[in-house]
């Protein structure tokens, strides 16, 4: 019999995470230990990330975004759209 797995689990699978795909991008590659370092957060904390059990949270984009150099709109495209610049009528 196959293991269930839950949706939320194979949807977050789907897609690499940004923040994984920096971690292997590093050399040499970087655990999510030396990750939850770089951003000052728990290793638990990239897991979940990664895994898509949670979200970066609002207050800590900007500080992963600097210190990774992925842009906020890539670690959370469900706030791309509230993020963005509004213009102003002439």
Same mark, same amino acid.
């Given at each position: 019999?196959?293991?269930?797995?839950?949706?939320?689990?194979?949807?977050?699978?789907?897609?690499?995470?940004?923040?994984?795909?920096?971690?292997?991008?590093?050399?040499?590659?970087?655990?999510?230990?030396?990750?939850?370092?770089? !951003?000052?957060?728990?290793?638990?904390?990239?897991?979940?990330?990664?895994?898509?059990?949670?979200?970066?949270?609002?207050?800590? !984009?900007?500080?992963?975004?600097?210190?990774?150099?992925?842009?906020t709109?890539? !670690?959370?495209?469900?706030?791309?759209? !509230?993020?963005?610049?509004?213009?102003?009528a002439?």
């Amino acid at each position: 019999m196959t293991p269930l797995v839950p949706i939320w689990y194979k949807r977050a699978m789907a897609e690499v995470h940004p923040l994984r795909a920096f971690r292997k991008r590093q050399q040499p590659p970087l655990s999510q230990q030396g990750l939850a370092d770089l !951003l000052d957060v728990r290793r638990p904390t990239v897991t979940r990330w990664e895994t898509g059990v949670r979200k970066v949270d609002e207050d800590l !984009l900007p500080k992963v975004a600097e210190r990774t150099g992925i842009p906020t709109a890539q !670690l959370r495209p469900d706030l791309a759209a !509230l993020m963005q610049p509004t213009e102003r009528a002439p």
